[in-house]
Nanobody, 124 residues
């Protein structure tokens, strides 16, 4: 089955940290650039960060640069996002997906269905 499964979300206080994981299956994960997206309640989904297939290049939206770190383990078909110095505005559901373009980040529609996401809630 072609899918991605996000995990690692939860509740954190401002300034706290979380680590998200995205386990991929059913497609050749190592061949694709991958990205993280997030969607806050009432807002559209937005790109957060992306990484090339070989981890040579990484991209971040301005609001998370220096606080979030994207990485991947192709042997384990897993994508990661380390979130530090969290802010209430980081509260959202986080999704991973293969990307069509790294930045501006756009998902590769139709290849892998969106997962259920991982909820991140940051309180003051």
């Amino acid at each position: 089955e072609v899918q991605v499964v996000e995990s690692g979300g939860g509740a954190a206080q401002t300034g706290g940290s979380l680590r998200l994981s995205c386990k991929a299956s059913g497609f050749d994960f190592a061949r694709y650039g991958m990205g993280w997206f997030r969607q806050a309640t009432g807002d559209e989904r937005e790109g957060v960060s992306s990484i090339t297939w070989n981890s040579d290049e990484k991209f971040y939206r301005d609001s998370v640069r220096g606080r979030f770190t994207i990485s991947r383990d192709n042997d384990k078909n897993t994508l990661f996002l380390q979130l530090t110095s969290l802010k209430p505005e980081d509260t959202a559901k986080y999704f991973c997906a293969p990307v069509r373009t790294l930045w501006p980040i756009t998902p590769l529609e139709g290849r892998v269905p969106w997962g259920r996401g991982a909820q991140v809630t940051v309180s003051t």
